[in-house]
T-cell receptor, first 112, second 109 residues
Framework: DGGITQSPKYLFRKEGQNVTLSCEQN?????MYWYRQDPGQGLRLIYY???????QKGDIAEGYSVSREKKESFPLTVTSAQKNPTAFYLC???????????FGPGTRLTVL | SQELEQSPQSLIVQEGKNLTINCTSS?????LYWYKQKYGEGLIFLMM?????EEKSHEKITAKLDEKKQQSSLHITASQPSHAGIYLC?????????FGSGTQLTVLP
């Protein structure tokens, strides 16, 4: 079955540690996206990638980094520079140029 | 930047009642997407609207894009507990989606 997966579902980290969230898709989509969701604020775009080895900053990229070494994978690293990292993180993918995005189940990150 | 406002922010209805959620843009909408989210889960695509006056339905959910293409409404007929969740609208902007803040729907049995 085609789809998009994120792991882990729940993640706990101590303040000051970097953490990497996984996102994998087997839909053969060129474009992938990372969003952050906070209560009452909808989704905010962190980074997106149109093609392998290329990615662009979204609205709230500070304190985050990404890589796109394979078409199927778009991991997000939450660095210690991110001031308020506790949130729900959603990964999505789409055919490039088409904004019908398919979402993963999300990862809830809690920084203690 | 384009902003999307959703109303109401939250809605509690009795099972069987009809309800409407609105999504209003400060600019013309060229593509409007409706998604549903269960708490703590990913978004499920519901419908996409592009043309002014367009209306689409799926089961008991109907979405419309007004003629001026600056507002969309999502209407649920005879609501059921399975309709509960967060409904988000997203607008097509420069090959990215801008999302509204969502409407939390609770359906009481």
């Amino acid at each position: 079955d085609g789809g998009i997966t994120q792991s882990p579902k729940y993640l706990f980290r101590k303040e000051g540690q970097n953490v990497t969230l996984s996102c994998e898709q087997n839909l053969n989509h060129d474009a992938m996206y990372w969003y952050r969701q906070d209560p009452g604020q909808g989704l905010r775009l962190i980074y997106y990638s149109q093609i392998v080895n290329d990615f662009q900053k979204g609205d709230i990229a500070e304190g985050y980094s990404v890589s796109r070494e394979k078409k199927e994978s778009f991991p997000l690293t939450v660095t210690s520079a991110q001031k308020n990292p506790t949130a729900f993180y959603l990964c999505a993918s789409s055919i490039w140029g088409d904004n019908e995005q398919f979402f993963g189940p999300g990862t809830r990150l809690t920084v203690l | 930047s384009q902003e999307l406002e959703q109303s109401p922010q939250s809605l509690i209805v009795q099972e069987g009642k009809n309800l409407t959620i609105n999504c209003t843009s400060s600019k013309t909408l060229y593509g409007l997407y409706w998604y549903k989210q269960k708490y703590g889960e990913g978004l499920i695509f519901l419908m996409m609207l592009q043309k002014g006056g367009e209306e689409k339905s799926h089961e008991k959910i109907t979405a419309k894009l007004d003629e001026k293409k600056q507002q969309s409404s999502l209407h649920i007929t005879a609501s059921q507990p399975s309709h509960a969740g967060i409904y988000l609208c997203g607008a097509d902007m420069a090959r990215q989606l801008t999302f509204g803040s969502g409407t939390q729907l609770t359906v009481l049995p």
